[in-house]
């Protein structure tokens, strides 16, 4: 009788167990004419991304944003235990900086408004050990970063800046404005691919990360809105 008592209270708290993991779970959402809204300056609110492959060689990311921020901010945040910056896309007072195992590459002199849409890829490889910024269909200079590959486990935290793995936000560095379209594939897109990206025209989704189907989870005040697209 013991013996059965066990079992079923066992059996129980296994499938109590699976119930919590299962609904803890995100579950990946098609964000199509959607976006991120980042509202205020805070050390906390960012939206955690989840990716599963955990080993890469190289890298490109794009995605859109919108703020009238005149300070810095980081906008894409990918933290590995041994790297804090192991891809980290931030905006400098005058320039862009692109980040890979804390091996910092600075943009200079791109053409860059505030209260205005831009669109941003960058894209980094560790066999040429090159990484190349493009803001609004123009490309950067080429510079050299890290030649080794960014292994995990990997953290990704947009609007946050990754000091240690997962954590140390400061709000000094957090953004505020609106986000969207972010997709990430673990090779280098061509500058075709990029053009056709940046003008929204049938361009290739993320094989890492796509924002038509995008795993996340929100932590604190982050909103998910529609588009403000211009009426036609």
Same mark, same amino acid.
């Given at each position: ?19 919590? =993991? ?75 900086? =692109? ?76 953004? =505020? ?44 005040? =982050? ?10």
């Amino acid at each position: 009788m013991t013996c059965m008592v066990f079992f079923v209270c066992s059996l129980y708290q296994m499938l109590l167990f699976l119930l919590l =993991v299962t609904s803890c779970a995100a579950i990946p959402q098609n964000l199509s004419e959607k976006m991120f809204t980042f509202p205020e300056a805070t050390g906390t609110a960012h939206a955690k991304l989840t990716i599963l492959k955990q080993d890469f060689n190289a890298l490109t990311v794009c995605f859109r944003f919108f703020t009238d921020l005149s300070r810095e901010y980081a906008l894409f945040s990918l933290a590995v235990p041994s790297f804090d910056n192991g891809l980290l896309f931030y905006k400098n007072l005058n320039s862009f900086a =692109v980040s890979v195992r804390n091996t910092d590459s600075s943009f200079e002199g791109l053409d860059f408004k505030l209260n205005k849409w831009h669109s941003v890829c960058g894209t980094w490889s560790a066999a040429s050990g090159l990484a190349q910024l493009w803001l609004n269909g123009e490309p950067s200079s080429r510079k050299l970063s890290s030649t080794s590959n960014i292994n995990g486990p990997i953290i990704i935290a947009l609007g946050q800046d990754q000091d240690s793995h997962g954590g140390d936000f400061q709000a000094k560095q957090s953004f =505020v404005g609106m986000m969207s379209d972010l997709h990430m594939w673990d090779y280098t897109l061509s500058p075709c691919e990029i053009r056709k990206y940046m003008n929204d025209r049938s361009y290739a989704n993320g094989n890492v990360l796509n924002w038509n189907s995008l795993e996340f989870q929100i932590k604190g005040r =982050v909103l998910i809105e529609n588009k403000q697209n211009t009426c036609q």
